[in-house]
């Protein structure tokens, strides 16, 4: 345990060190998230973690080892956080849209499936990069990960090429209601 006689010799030994390794610090934490906001408010709550456990840092450890430590552990939080808020929005969501017990009418289901082959056709139109994700999400209820998967493609590449498959289908989409 670091032995100060006081806050202000603790605060003083915490200041010198941050000066000392604050730099590479920061550069260790983007080059692990590699987006510089990200890496700021990461290195901001390294630095506070850092502060508040000072009292128990062991001396015999070195204290750029040790700041490397909570940093990567503060990194693997927040990977921990994005994975499960994107696996909400990835799985979850589609759940809620699924839950719903309304039965529908012979009519409804005739005009549905009318719609769904006019909206297949429509997609038809679509260059094969940008049609199958949307008919592998919409029509075989696969998830991003798992399109990503089957395509051999980085997710951030699925979720591109089906924001501009939805971009190019908009106005046709508005032509089949308006024909409708």
């Not at 987006?35 to 070195?62: M, N, T």
């Not at 529908?104 to 009318?114: A, T, Y």
């Not at 951030?156 to 089906?162: D, H």
């Amino acid at each position: 345990m670091i032995i100060c006689k006081n806050k202000q010799s603790m605060d003083q030994y915490f200041e010198t060190c941050i000066l000392e390794h604050g730099k590479s610090l920061f550069n260790y934490i983007y080059s692990l998230v590699r987006h510089k906001e990200l890496a700021e408010d990461l290195y901001q709550e390294v630095l506070i973690s850092a502060y508040l456990a000072l009292p128990s840092f062991e001396e015999r450890a070195k204290v750029k080892n040790w700041l490397f430590k909570i940093a990567v552990n503060k990194c693997r939080d927040f990977w921990r956080r994005e994975k499960s808020s994107n696996r909400f929005w990835e799985e979850k969501v589609y759940l809620y849209a699924e839950d719903k017990n309304v039965t529908l009418q012979p009519e409804e289901s005739i005009l549905n499936k009318c719609s769904q082959e006019e909206m297949v056709e429509t997609l038809q139109d679509l260059p094969k990069m940008y049609r199958d994700p949307l008919l592998l999400f919409y029509y075989h209820n696969q998830t991003l990960m798992e399109i990503s998967d089957l395509t051999s493609l980085p997710i951030s590449t699925v979720k591109t090429r089906m924001r501009r498959a939805k971009d190019r289908l908009r106005p046709k989409v508005k032509e089949l209601v308006a024909n409708g």
